[in-house]
């Protein structure tokens, strides 16, 4: 198994903690990570004697990719499992290096999820985001500050991902201001000072390295006439936060709106990611300006999200305006209203509440 996830998201934790009574290397280690850049084969000379069916977990895989084909020989001659973690596939296909023949299923570790975190705090979550080291304390602003610096030192600088450094910090910057937003790759050229085909080029760079993701827009037309450009999302609201200067979110405001809608739409993308959901994350936007957040496949569910504390009629206006062309879709609407009931067609749903029903499967 690939087991890709973003820097800090508690890759090595997991697995130590869930696999302990397997061999464990780590290619962070300056010392075994030179030891078998020098000779992959060592890989073999020390497992091959190890019975059939023993694990083995190589954590940061990528770091040494030359090993890659030293595994996929114990594997196939000598019948032993390996997970085999990574910040991501990016340098896996740059590289040409061995993908295991299709042998290894590849699996992603996203941010800390609701379920996970016991005394949730959504004002933390939603001003730190949830990665696991962020989460936890009070002001993350210090820590958010490093992660960025070492992102673009190993991920960036180190693997000579792209030729101007200073520019791509700044395209970062950017991208935080497209955050939950329409891409318009002209736009973010000109702030960027490049061109349209590097941004979308530095776009991918963030895809690869599992720091971003798009939400592709809802294309099925009935009457009004929708927008089809897709929206970009940093994988966790802290980032985009910190990017953005948004340091002391408070409630009521647009910028805690901007961050709440953006949690909600993390813990969905991960859910749908941890089950293997088939059903698409889409948003569905007009060019009358009716819009939903979050349309579940092909409008089983439309979701709205506000981070308004008491709900009224003008909050449902995008919901009503997709059940005109979709009437069999179901409405939900997400918000900090505490009180969960339901208002004609619509759900209106605690985000607590919601989180519940979206980990236990209620939502889709």
């Known amino acids: 198994m690939f087991l890709f996830g973003a820097r800090q998201t ?28 020098l000779n992959p084969n060592s890989l073999w000379e020390a497992l091959q004697d190890k019975p059939a069916g023993t694990l083995i977990i190589v954590d940061e895989i990528l770091k040494v990719p030359g090993l890659l084909d030293v595994v996929h ?29 299709g042998r290894a299923i590849p699996e992603t570790l996203y941010p800390l999820v609701w379920p996970e975190v016991t005394d949730f705090q959504i004002d933390r979550a939603v001003q ?41 910090e700044r395209f970062l910057e950017v991208a935080a201001i497209s955050d939950g937003e329409m891409l318009n790759y002209t736009n973010i050229a000109s702030d960027c000072g490049v061109s349209a085909k590097t941004v979308k080029a530095y776009f991918q760079i963030l895809y690869d390295t599992l720091i971003g993701y798009e939400i592709p827009a809802f294309r099925k037309e009935i009457k009004r006439k929708i927008i089809q450009a897709p929206r970009f999302y940093y994988f966790d609201v802290g980032l985009a936060n910190y990017l953005m200067g948004r340091h002391s979110l408070k409630r009521g405001t647009d910028d805690y709106g901007h961050a709440f809608e953006h949690f909600v739409m993390q813990e969905m993308i ?26 579940i496949g092909d409008a089983k569910v439309a979701i709205e999200i506000k981070s308004t504390e008491h709900v009224e009629n003008k909050h449902k206006k995008g919901l009503k305006a997709f059940k005109e062309e979709h009437p069999d879709c179901r409405l939900i609407l997400v ?20 989180l519940k029903m979206l980990w236990e499967g209620k939502v889709f």
Do not use: C, Q
């Open 10 to 37: 508690g890759k090595s934790t997991l697995l130590k903690e869930r696999f302990n009574g397997a061999i464990y290397y780590d290619l962070l280690n300056p010392k075994i990570r030179r030891a078998f850049k």
């Open 73 to 101: 020989s114990l594997m196939v001659e000598k019948g032993l499992y390996f997970i085999l973690s990574g910040s991501s596939a990016r340098k896996l296909k740059r590289s040409g290096a061995n993908t295991l023949g």
């Open 128 to 168: 730190n985001g949830m990665i696991p080291r962020h989460y936890m304390v009070e002001d993350a602003t210090k820590r958010i500050s490093g992660y960025i610096k070492v992102y673009l030192d190993e991920e960036i600088r180190e693997e000579g991902e792209v030729r101007e450094l200073d520019s791509f």
């Open 270 to 295: 991960a859910y749908k990611g941890y089950f293997d959901k088939r059903d698409v994350i889409s948003y569905w936007h007009t060019y009358d300006k009716k819009e939903v957040d979050a349309v």
């Open 335 to 354: 918000s900090l209203d505490p009180i969960t009931r339901k208002s004609e067609d619509t759900e209106l749903l605690y985000v607590l509440d919601f």
